[in-house]
């Protein structure tokens, strides 16, 4: 089977990396790939919102799957686009259909299903420039911490947790009237802050059954325990050692199982994967958000955990077998941490040389922003690296990572001393 990956980032090359070990496939292709997709896999300069060259390859190198990556294909209706085409007919995409997507697309969206389900969540409304005086009075009636969430996709960086109840309003204008995150803060969520611990769920779908895959805690902070910026992610650790089997029970019964029962319900065409954004208020699990793909760097942190074949896990969604398949999971912890240009997520410099993957013997390095040129690597976006280790235990598999980076060098190069410092 011929497989193409769309995206650029070190979920790709760790899907890239998984799925090119499997049996059942004979070449693996990523749209645009990087400096890591390139060691395993056949890397395609073009961009994954450009349709009709996605297409052009898919009939080009005869692929069979497309695994999208990133959510913005998706919201914009890879999916749809692919099997709406009478040339690509036969072509499995994992990644739900256009109107699913919306999941991710709109924070609306989500919270509109989450309460029509009876999936729990915590307390909101929306609000559009429209109903900028009615939002103050929202925010004046209810206590801080406010939390403001852009409508649409910000790239992981559209929520703001306020304190005061006039920096809110402020921080309210600035995304309604001066696009403070460009056309995504056109409409506003404005919800309770719900006071606990975070942790990522994920489920592969084909729309009706499911498989669980392992969970994992990101740490999405720039700074020192968890301060400073929103960033994409700076480490992933998996399994959370808090989450025990009266939680995953919960979980699964309270959000995973009434989620895809309203994809049926809601005529949702969903195949793929399902990220919960979860946070546990004492012992009781409440979704913060949905993504409608893997997250990065959890899948980095995630896919090593799993030692079935991959490929034929992903094809499973469309044989009918997916309720049969064997998830064989490896016991041990994994932790992942990111390496990034200094100054991200705000303004770095690029092109630094990267040094020292050589030495790394103990743990996999996942390319994300990085490139090869004339035989160097260097770096080429924010979050630059995702360095991985297996353990017995949590304290094992980061000391591995960290011992890992200590041997890779590049200019200004940063990284969170502290991944796991709250377990």
């Known amino acids: 089977m011929n497989v193409l990956i769309l995206g650029s980032g070190g979920r790709e090359h760790c899907f890239a990396e998984s799925i090119s070990k499997s049996k059942n496939c004979d070449k693996v292709f990523v749209a645009p790939g990087n400096s890591g997709t390139s060691l395993v896999a056949e890397n395609l300069d073009f961009s994954p919102l450009d349709f009709d060259l996605v297409k052009e390859a898919i009939t080009k190198y005869n692929i069979q799957l497309v695994v999208v990556g990133p959510e913005d294909p998706l919201v914009r209706g890879i999916h749809d686009f692919i099997l709406s085409d009478p040339i690509l007919k036969g072509v499995k995409v994992i990644g739900p259909k256009q109107k699913a997507a919306q999941l991710e697309g709109s924070k609306d969206f989500a919270k509109n299903f989450l309460n029509r389900h009876n999936i729990p969540t915590a307390k909101h409304r929306t609000f559009t420039s429209a109903q900028f005086k009615e939002a103050c009075e929202y925010i004046e009636k209810n206590p801080p911490p406010y939390v403001l969430k852009a409508d649409g996709l910000a790239a992981g960086k559209g929520v703001l947790i306020i304190y005061d109840a006039n920096q809110a309003k402020e921080e309210l204008y600035q995304m309604l009237f001066k696009s403070k995150f460009g056309a995504a803060s056109s409409s506003v969520v404005i919800e309770e802050f ?61 959000i995973i199982y009434p989620t895809i029962k309203g994809f049926e319900t809601d005529n949702l065409d969903y195949i793929g994967f399902v990220f919960f954004g979860l946070i546990l208020v004492g012992q009781d699990p409440y979704v913060i958000e949905y993504n409608v793909r893997m997250g990065d760097p959890e899948t980095q942190a995630v896919l090593p955990r799993i030692n079935s074949d991959f490929l034929e896990l992903l094809n499973s969604v469309f044989t009918g077998n997916l309720c049969d398949f064997d998830l064989q999971i490896d016991q041990k912890s994994s932790a992942t941490v990111v390496m990034v240009s200094g100054g991200y997520p705000e303004q770095y410099e690029k092109n630094k040389e990267i040094k020292g993957l050589d030495k790394v013997k103990e743990s996999k390095v996942f390319h994300a922003g990085a490139i090869r040129e004339e035989g160097l690597l260097r770096t080429n976006g924010g979050r630059v690296l995702a360095v991985t280790s297996l353990g017995k235990d949590i304290k094992e598999s980061l000391e591995a990572s960290y011992k890992s980076i200590s041997k890779i060098e590049f200019e200004n190069q940063y990284y969170r001393r502290d991944i796991g410092f709250d377990l």
């Open 194 to 254: 719900l006071d606990g611990i975070e942790l990522s769920c994920f489920v592969l779908t084909d729309g009706k059954n499911y498989k669980i895959l392992p969970g994992a805690k990101d740490y999405k902070r720039i700074g020192k325990g968890d301060t400073g910026l929103n960033t994409g992610g700076m480490g992933a650790i998996s399994p959370p050692p808090f989450l025990t089997n009266i939680i995953k029970d919960k979980i699964e019964k309270r």
